[in-house]
Structure formats: C-alpha cells, structure tokens
C-alpha cells in the first residue's frame, strides 16, 4: 500500500467512510457482524474507494457480504473445483423451476456475488495478478458450462437429442473461448469471445425432429440470451460471436466438417493468432482430435513462418487507424505500447517457431513470455521488461474496470477519477501514475518495434536503391537497375539473373514468393557492388534459393531479419561449404538471426544448453521425429563450428574438439531415448550378484577412432562399441514383457544404432561401424564387460590392441565408463604380445599401404602414403604398445598429441623428436581438413610436405628398420 496518498484521495476515504456510517445506520445488526472482521474493516476504506461497483453492491445487499465472509473464500484463495461446486450448490437451492427467467436471475446474482469476491481480494492486495485472471476465466467458464447444460437439456425435451448422421451418437455443442477467455487471462469487465461447433450434421430424434444445424442454432441463440440479455440485475457477460467463421454473415454454429474445410480454404492471417487461444469450455474430450487434426495445422506451420510479420504490420496498421479515427491514444489496450503490442510480439514467435516446438503452443501469455529466453528469440532484460509491463498494464486494466464493472481501456480525463485510479494502483498521485504507465509503455512500443519492424534505422551495412529489383525487365533494364545499384561487372551477374528468370525455380513461384525474392533482389545487389567474388557469391546464394524452394518463408526469414541477410551474403562470400551447408538444412538460416551467432565462439556448454532446449521440444513426440529434432540440433551446432573456423580462424584442435562435443551429447542423448524406448516395453534390466543382491545393469557406449581420439572432422562416422555390466545366474529385466538380460541389450544396441543411423527429412545423424566389438560382425552387437575383457586377453589380435589405445567411454553409467577405462588400461598392460609386435605392426602397415592409397603418379595419399598420417599414427601405437606394461600412464590420453608428449615426457621418445612429429601431425591434419572443407580426397600434389614426409619416413626406418621409400 502506498505511504503517501494526494489530497483528493483523501477526501475519496473520507466519503467512503461517510457512506459506510450511513449504511450501517440503515443496517447496524448486519454490518456491526461483518465489521467484526479487523480484515475487513481495515480494507473497506480503500476497496469501497476504488470500486463503485463493489460499494454499490455491498450497500444495496449487505448481506452478499456477509455471505462471502461466512463462506471463507474471501480472505483465501479459492479451490480449483470450488466454482464448479458452488454455482450446482446454489442454482439447485435458488433456482426452483425450468423458468428460463429465473435462471438469468440466478446467473446475474451469481455473477455480481464472486466479481465482488474478486474485485475484494484483488484491490485488497490480497490475490495476485495470475489469481485474479483465473478466478475471472473461471468464472465465466462455469457460467457458460450451466447455461449450456440447462439449454441443451430444454431443448433436447423439446425435438429430441441431435444425432450424427453417420456415427448415430448424440451430439454435444463445442464452445470455444476465445481470446482472453480462452487463455484464462480475462480482465475484469471483459466481453467474451465464443465459437460454436458440433461434430457432425443429422437431425434430432424427437417426435418433432429438426436437423442439428437449427438446433444447434437454437441452442447458441439461447446461450448468448442468457448470459447477454439486460435484466434488472444487468448482464451476465456481452457475447461477441463475430470470430466464428465468415463473422456475422457466418452460421452461428458449424459442423467440424464445414469448420475444418472454411480454415483451408478461407482461413485468414488474423485467424491464425486468435486460434492461439482457442480452448474448449464444453465437450472437451472431443477438442483433442479437433486440435490436432484441424487447429493446430492451420495455426502452427512445420517449418519457421516468418510471414508472420506481414500480417502482424497488416492488423497493427488497422488497430493504428482505428485508434486514430477514434482517439484513442491513451488507450492502454490498443494504443501504443499498450497490451495488445505485448500479446503480439509474444504470438508472433508463436506462430514462427510453435509448429517446431510445442511449448510454444500455450494458450497463457505468462507462460510463453519466459520461454523466448531460452529460445535466444528475446534478450533476458527484454523479457523481464515486456513480463513487467504486462503485469502493470493487466492490473491497471483491471483497476479501470472495476471501478464501474464497466468494459473501459481508456485513461480518464477527470482530475478526480485520475487521482482515484493514481490510488488504486499505489501511486502517490496521478503524475506519478503516468510517468510509470508511459516508461512500460515506451519499452512495450520499442520492443514492438525492433519485433515487428526490425531496427528504426539501418545500422547493417544494407542500403538499398529499391524496394524491389524487377526481374521481368528486359536485359537492358535490368543491366540499369544494377547500375543503381553499384554493380560493375555487369555481364556475368545479369548473365547469372537470366538464368535465375527462365529457371523452374522462378516459374513455379507463387506471386508471394517472386515479390519476396525481388525484395532480397533489393537488399543483396547493392552488397555484393564492391566485392571481388560478386558473381560466385550471387551464384552461392541463388543455388540456396533454389534449393528452398516453394518454402517461401525462408524467404520471409530473410526480409525480416536485415543482420541475417547481411550474414548469409558474408558466409556466401566466403565458403562453398557454408553455402552448402545452408543449401541443405535451410533451417540453418534461423542461426543467422541470433547475433550471439557470431560474437560467441562456440562451447560444449552452449551446446549443452541447445541440447536442453531441444529435449524440451522432443517430449510427446514420436521417435522419428525426435530424431529430425536432434539431427535440426546438430545441423546448427555444427554450422556454428564451421563458421567459426572458416570465419573466426578457430584452431583445428578446437573444431575437432567441439565436433566430438557434439557427437557425445548426441550419442548420450540418443542413448537416453533407446533405453527409455526398450524399458518401456520390457523394464529394466537386474542381476543377482554372488551375494545375492539384485542391481540394475546398464550399457556404455565405447568410442573408438576419430571420435575415440577427439579428432573427429565434419563428415566423420562413428566407430562405437557397445558394452553392459549384467553378470551371473539371473540376468532378467523387470518389466511386464520380461526377457533375458543378454536380448534386452542387443535391442538397446538395435535401437541405438537405428536412432544414429535412421533418415529423416532432413538426413541422418551419423554413419555408424560396430565391426570394431570383440569378434567383428560375428561377435554379439552388445557384450558384457567381462566378456570383453576375456576376449581382449586372450583372443584379440596385435591391431585390435591398437584399436583400444584409441578408446575411451562416452556415454553411460560413470561407474561402468570407470570399469571400461580400469580394463582398457589392464589389456594394455598386461594383454599384449610384444615378442613380434613390431613385424605386427610393419605387416598391418604395409597392407593398409598397398590397399587404401588413392594417389596417383604425382601425388601423394597424406593419409596412406609413406611418410604420411597412418605411418605416425602406427609409429605412436607401436610406442605406446611397447612401452606401456612398465609405464602404464602413457595411456590415459586416447588421442595422438597428448599420447606423443606422454612419450616425451617419460623420456621414452627423444623430445626433440617428440615435437617434430606433433608439429608435422598437426599440418598434415589441417592439410586434410582443409581437403574436407573442398570436398576433396586426401590426395595432394608429390610437391607438399616433401621435407615432412621424408622425416616421418625416417623415424620410420629406425624404429622399424625397413619400412620402404617415399614414392
């Protein structure tokens, strides 16, 4: 409560309390009990002022408060279903015949009664905002929920029940609250916003039997009648019918049939964000159908809508005439910066993104706001400024309304009803009052903005001579327009637009997509005016074009967002990889957007963090599609990587290192989803150990290769290895369809690798090889870490050995991860044949040389080739085998630098030769990664690395003693 109130305010109290004494003069019994009550007392003064309703009704009908106090639901928040309990309680009391007057009575008494309750708690400071919309909505949903009851059961008596003409089954009437009502949001003096639908055409099946179209008609003329007729006691609520389909020249009430059919064919922009809120009131458990059959296709759109702004400016624009016409500035709902800009920017990310992500799809505005933070759609400041200004204006709204139970948003002009209102909201004066209300509404009106229209001024670099380039015009208009727009070479770009013109992409265009692609046209010429790669930059971005297709959105995506049009030319203009990349995953274009996209270099614990917020998107989905969400993840996660090492000169070692970053919390993630998957149907695998007690067993998944020795590049598969810690006499999972232990894992293994592996429309995740598990393809896909361990021992051959030293646990129980790492280490210690291991390795060496070499005469394979990446990578293995039963440390590291300088620092390999090797491994990997990048093999001129090679091959010889010449 405010400490300091103005003079009028004063003198409002000192009325309230004059005429509180009158009524208890006209009353004392009845007043002098309700006084009783300090809590009362001491909030009367200020809720009788800020609410002539509640005085009002309070004064006329001492006794409704009196009423209120004997209940308790005055001073605390009511129960969920006690609304619903109380108006059966008292219509069966107070309403005694099928009279319909009599129940529009009751309705109205009922009504006044808790808008009291309230209004009381509310203005008392009693109820929070959230409290107050719900009690509100909760209200009118029990109100409409009888009147419907009472309606349907008269009309039923009268032509019988209405039947569905092919089901036979009875008919309900659907209600859809809309709008506020609809997300549980009402304001206090609120109209209501309905739609009414039924199932199915037929006729009832009385003795005077009408189709259901009347009778539902009927039924909606009766509903509105009752809760919107005046009466002594006033209304109920004003029913607005007018967004049904084909508004007012529409049929009251539709079949979902003739519902679903008008939102294909005739459904609007405006349509789209009034659905948002849709929410059945009756007949809710035909809604789900409804809403995923019908609803949510036409409200939420697969793929990113940025069309959305289009007709977001469209109906602002309206709302901004309508203001003007009717001056309404100072309207805290329509005007600027008021609630409907927040409702706006808040539906308008809605409908891009909550066809992808179905958090997105809440009817409650308060409950989406905080979520565009972890979207990166909104910076965390603007959220919390848009969540404060919301709560200001639905409290100021609330204190307008409840002063006269009136349906008012605008400010008032009388120095009285200001300072008035300057009190209800705890402000010490009306100056005070406007000065918070305009700073809400300045943020509300910029966020709006920068939301709707992007920045006020181009700070971007984007300058444009047109609003649109017309690529209709004949050559010579068009080589003019480029002239405009700074182009000098004209010949090859006008050349590359002809192409783009006669091309299929452009003839099968709609009318929408070729005004958008002419705006980008616009925007992207006068970028690429003084650039040297002009014409294969352009080249680059088209191909992307028409690899988009009829998916215009993208398009939009691009108008919308001037910093990510500016992007996508920079990365063009750079890299075929990036563009191609973009060519592939379209979707890619929304990573443009974020401005974090380039200023953050990238990290496992972002990643982290995407990963979370795409877990949040995979609930409730099937299993393909939380695939495609988890290859969208990757798509991103791997593109940022790559704009970071072509664009931002990312080291090597750290692209590989974020590369195998996102390849384990994929591999974990996807881990997550197999067991879920498999436990469901059969439970979770348990063993008795020798004790007798049963545990849980549980699989890791093993990294071998690339992955295994943190060098993983863009297109790398995965070498995995699956392994599980069930053991003895009993090895049985607990679930309904019990099976053994050892066929649980082998589906787990089954499922795991089709999660990897499966197509999605957008690709697969990775190539997977498992032929690296003890006995290859005839071994078990998932075997016991026992049996591991017994094959490694006893059976597994000198390059197996090898294999191993690469190996490390990604993904499981940490304890099994520990025993995996625990025997690794054991096998190589104490289970390799070192009498003969150097010819093993020279042999395994010399084959892989004479069968994967890919080198032509003058070229060398970097990779196979003598001198190359496989003779230091086996140099090292040799190394590490050889030496690692007498210091077991040098084979904590899995990769091939720190396995190096681990034999550097044991004295065990000359440091000197240590880093010469590291420094050559490191350009022959960045040599290759580059190849990669092109597309190329890993094949270079006999002209590279010519001293590099000669040294490796010389280590070579004198550790192996005859290993062959340089080719």
């Not at 329509?334 to 997105?360: K, M, N, T, Y």
């Amino acid at each position: 409560m405010t400490t300091t109130i103005s003079a009028t305010a004063r003198e409002l109290l000192a009325k309230t309390e004059g005429r509180l004494a009158t009524a208890r003069e006209d009353n004392p019994e009845i007043w002098a009990s309700i006084l009783k009550d300090s809590r009362v007392a001491e909030s009367l003064p200020r809720v009788w002022t800020c609410s002539e309703f509640v005085a009002t009704s309070c004064i006329r009908s001492p006794s409704l408060l009196a009423d209120l106090l004997a209940d308790g639901n005055l001073f605390a928040r009511a129960p969920a279903d006690w609304l619903a309990e109380e108006i059966e309680a008292r219509v069966r009391k107070e309403v005694t015949t099928d009279s319909e007057a009599e129940l529009m009575e009751f309705l109205r008494r009922f009504r006044r009664r808790n808008m009291v309750r309230i209004a009381w708690r509310d203005i008392a400071g009693w109820a929070t905002l959230d409290e107050t919309l719900h009690d509100l909505s909760k209200l009118a949903d029990v109100c409409i929920d009888l009147v419907y009851r009472r309606m349907y059961a008269a009309l039923v008596a009268r032509y019988g029940t209405p039947r569905g003409v092919e089901s036979g089954e009875a008919q309900s009437l659907m209600i859809l609250g809309m709008g506020k009502l609809g997300g549980r949001e009402l304001n206090f003096s609120s109209d209501i916003d309905l739609i009414l639908l039924y199932p199915e055409d037929g006729e009832t099946d009385g003795a005077r039997g009408i189709d259901n179209a009347e009778f539902f008609l009927r039924l909606g003329q009766k509903i509105v009648q009752q809760l919107a007729t005046p009466t002594v006691e006033g209304f109920v609520y004003r029913v607005d019918l007018r967004l049904r389909p084909f508004g007012d020249s529409g049929r009251v009430a539709l079949s979902f049939t003739s519902f679903e059919h008008y939102l294909q064919q005739h459904g609007r922009d405006w349509e789209r964000y009034a659905y948002v809120k849709a929410r059945a009131l009756t007949a809710k458990e035909q809604f789900h159908s409804l809403y995923d059959e019908v609803l949510r296709p036409f409200v939420y759109r697969r793929y990113l809508d940025f069309s959305v702004f289009e007709s977001l400016r469209d109906m602002k624009a309206m709302i901004a005439r309508e203001v003007e016409r009717r001056e309404l500035k100072d309207n805290i709902k329509l005007g600027p910066g008021g609630i409907r800009e927040i409702e706006f920017i808040v539906q308008a990310f809605q409908l891009i993104r909550g066809g992808s992500d179905r958090r997105l799809q809440s009817r409650e505005l308060r409950v989406i706001l905080p979520q565009l933070v972890g979207q990166r759609l909104l910076r965390e400041g603007a959220v919390q400024e848009l969540q404060a200004a919301y709560e200001y204006l639905r409290v100021l709204e609330n204190r307008l309304q409840q002063w006269n139970d009136e349906q008012t948003h605008q400010l008032p002009e009388d120095a009285v009803a200001r300072e008035r209102l300057a009190f209800s909201m705890n402000a010490a004066s009306w100056d005070e009052l406007a000065a918070t209300t305009n700073a809400h509404r300045q943020r509300v009106e910029r966020y709006f903005t920068q939301t709707v229209f992007g920045p006020g001024e181009r700070t971007d670099g984007i300058t444009t001579v047109a609003e649109t380039f017309d690529l209709d015009a004949d050559a010579v208009e068009r080589a003019r327009m480029l002239t405009n727009c700074g182009v000098t070479d004209l010949e090859p770009i006008n050349a590359r637009l002809e192409d783009l013109r006669t091309g299929t992409y452009y003839r099968r265009l709609d009318e929408t997509g070729r005004r958008r692609l002419r705006e980008l046209l616009a925007r992207i010429l006068p970028m690429l005016a003084s650039s040297a790669t002009a014409t294969t930059t352009l080249a680059r971005i088209l191909r992307i074009f028409e690899m988009i297709g009829g998916r215009t959105v993208y398009l939009a995506l691009l108008t919308e967002n001037a910093a990510a049009l500016r992007r996508l030319v920079e990365l063009c203009a750079r890299s075929q990889f990036l563009a191609d990349q973009i060519a592939a995953q379209p979707l890619l274009l929304d990573e443009l957007i974020d401005e974090r996209f380039i200023e953050e270099a990238p990290s496992r614990a972002q990643f982290a963090v995407d990963l979370a917020a795409s877990r949040g998107r995979m609930q409730h989905e099937d299993p393909e599609r939380q695939v495609e969400i988890l290859r969208h993840f990757q798509g991103a996660a791997t593109f940022r990587v790559a704009v970071a090492d072509l664009t931002a000169g990312l080291p090597l070692m750290k692209v590989s290192d974020r590369l195998t970053d996102i390849a384990e919390l994929i591999v974990q993630e996807t881990l997550s989803l197999a067991w879920a998957q498999i436990t469901q149907k059969h439970g979770v695998p348990r063993y008795t150990d020798e004790r007798g007690e049963s545990h849980a067993a549980s699989m890791i998944v093993v990294a071998y290769g690339k992955l295994g020795g943190l060098e993983l590049g863009y297109g790398s598969d995965l070498d995995l290895v699956f392994l599980h810690d069930s053991s003895g006499e009993s090895q049985k999972t607990d679930g309904p369809q019990s099976v053994e232990n050892t066929v649980f894992f082998q589906r787990l293994g089954q499922r795991l690798v089709h999660l990897l592996t499966v197509h999605t429309a957008s690709g697969r995740l990775y190539e997977v090889d498992t032929r690296l598990r003890p006995g290859g393809n005839r071994g078990l896909l998932v075997q016991s870490l026992a049996a591991f361990r017994e094959y490694e021992f006893h059976e597994a051959w000198t390059w197996e050995h090898q294999s191993l030293l690469r190996a490390r646990a990604v993904a499981g129980d940490p304890r099994v991860c520990e025993e995996f790492e625990q025997a690794r280490i054991d096998v190589l210690r104490k289970a390799v044949r070192r009498e003969g291991l150097k010819d093993e390795v020279r042999k395994m060496r010399q084959r892989m040389r004479d069968n994967l070499s890919k080198a032509r005469p003058g070229q060398v394979d970097l990779k196979q080739d003598a001198g190359g990446v496989a003779d230091l990578e086996f140099l090292v293995q040799f190394w590490m085998l050889e030496w690692a039963d007498r210091y077991p440390e040098i084979v904590t590291f899995s990769d091939n630098i720190r396995q190096l300088e681990s034999l550097g620092s044991g004295n065990l390999v000359p440091q000197s030769r240590v880093d010469f090797l590291v420094d050559t491994y490191r350009k022959y990997r960045q040599r290759l990664h580059r190849l990669a990048l092109d597309g190329a093999k890993n094949v270079v001129s006999d002209t590279e690395f010519v001293e590099e090679r000669r040294g490796v091959v010389e280590v070579w010889q004198e550790v192996m003693r005859g290993a062959g010449d340089l080719r």
